[in-house]
């Protein structure tokens, strides 16, 4: 039986952009599946998590994800729009969020349907990588379409969104009793790997437990 890892992943979080490259090689080389867990960031989660009185935190962040996305070969840029309207220098978050909910609902209704984690690379490739109005146009049309998924239909299975929430709220819960808060986090028997830069060691517990692919 192929064993389940479960990915708490923020469509917001360039972290968890760089992390996916490395979950998809997880699962060509490995007997495992991961389930895509998109949840809220923490700057929604935890609004003041990120405050002007600790800009230092968010000034290492953007210097760090940058020189990390330029050693693994990646496409780099904060996003434009952001998946979050939030004003950067007061970081006052706007009550409407357009964008990071749609985002959210529609990585849940990917997993559903067999492609999360795929679909969560190429948006998120999308997002980090460079793409101006990421959110107009067919950009996040073409994006589905590459791995298999139809935008208009995952649109009107996300119109009432209800059961999506749900499982929002219920991802968030999970993740709160996984053993840690951040993004990206892989869980594998009940133990977590925070962090695109673990994967390596959640690579070696594999190895461990003689689940390579034959």
């Not at 496409?75 to 970081?91: G, R, Y």
């Not at 209704?109 to 997002?127: D, N, Q, T, Y």
């Not at 101006?132 to 208009?152: C, F, I, P, S, T």
């Amino acid at each position: 039986m192929t064993v389940i890892i479960d990915l708490y992943f923020s469509f917001r979080s360039p972290y968890s952009y760089l992390s996916t490259p490395g979950a998809l090689d997880v699962v060509k080389k490995y007997d495992v599946d991961i389930r895509l867990k998109p949840v809220l960031p923490l700057a929604l989660r935890v609004p003041d998590f990120f405050n002007a009185a600790n800009m230092k935190k968010i000034q290492y962040i953007l210097l760090d994800w940058t020189r990390r996305a330029e050693m693994l070969g990646l496409p780099h840029a904060w996003p434009s729009p952001d998946p979050i309207v939030q004003e950067l220098t007061e970081l006052k978050i706007a009550d409407e969020q357009p964008y990071i909910y749609r985002l959210i609902y529609l990585g849940i209704e990917a997993e559903r349907s067999g492609h999360g984690l795929p679909f969560a690379a190429e948006v998120s490739k999308m997002i980090f990588g460079g793409t101006k109005d990421w959110d107009q146009g067919d950009h996040m049309a073409k994006a589905a379409e590459r791995v298999g998924l139809n935008l208009a239909q995952m649109e009107e299975a996300i119109a009432d969104p209800a059961s999506h929430k749900a499982e929002l709220e219920d991802n968030m819960k999970a993740q709160d009793k996984c053993g840690h808060y951040g993004v990206p986090t892989f869980v594998y028997n009940h133990e977590p790997y925070f962090g695109q830069d673990r994967i390596d060691s959640l690579c070696f517990q594999l190895d461990k437990d003689n689940l390579k692919r034959g």
